[in-house]
């Protein structure tokens, strides 16, 4: 149903169901397309109050019809995953589309500043079927092992799955080698066993330094 064309369009071939998808991200289509906004981003009250009050505005739009969609968004690099019954976490605007049988909801994932006492929502994908992410560049899938945890600069993670724990780590940063960190900034690891997505293009983020 999802396949890539080059690496920055997706195409979804329809036969009657139907895909979730970033508002605004629709760039052509063939056949009969029929075109509904959903609220929040998240399923039920709970995952539209939870992005109300993370300041997150993740628009999703729901395509049902015959034919094909393509999806885009500001030429970034596209990505897909696919889920057999397990759970995806992955940054809202790195959320490009999912299947309509996937479920989609928001969990709190850690604090993120020790001093600041900030929550962290990460958006969550669950089920069978496939998902589309986005990245500043291709984004690299990286194994987690219990033998080998791994360390992520919060600019460059895009997304992980599998049995995957996640803590953050206050102090000496990747920045602070550089002698560009400042404030109180921190590193994401994750131990466990499963796939973290990071990108190759570091974004500002009030996480990597807050």
């Not at 696919?82 to 790195?94: F, M, P, R, W």
Request: aromatic share 8%.
């Amino acid at each position: 149903m999802f396949r890539l064309q080059g690496s920055k369009v997706l195409a979804v071939d329809m036969t009657g169901d139907a895909v979730k998808a970033k508002n605004g991200s629709m760039v052509a289509y063939d056949g009969q397309m029929a075109f509904k906004k959903l609220s929040g981003g998240g399923e039920g009250l709970r995952g539209m109050v939870t992005r109300r009050l993370t300041g997150e505005q993740m628009t999703v739009m729901e395509v049902k019809g015959q034919g094909t969609c393509w999806f885009a968004d500001r030429a970034s690099e596209i990505n897909l995953v696919s889920l057999q019954g397990d759970k995806l976490y992955v940054e809202a605007g790195n959320l490009l589309a999912t299947d309509a049988a996937l479920r989609t909801g928001t969990t709190f994932t850690g604090v993120r500043g020790a001093s600041q006492g900030n929550g962290l929502f990460t958006t969550t994908v669950e089920g069978h079927g496939q998902a589309a992410i986005l990245s500043d560049g291709p984004a690299v899938a990286l194994r987690v092992t219990p033998q080998y945890p791994l360390t992520v600069d919060p600019g460059a993670y895009v997304a992980h799955q599998g049995d995957v724990r996640q803590s953050f780590q206050s102090g000496v940063t990747f920045r602070t080698f550089l002698g560009e960190g400042g404030g109180e900034a921190f590193q994401i690891r994750f131990e466990g066993d499963g796939l973290v997505y990071v990108q190759p293009s570091e974004r500002t983020t009030i996480a990597g330094d807050v």
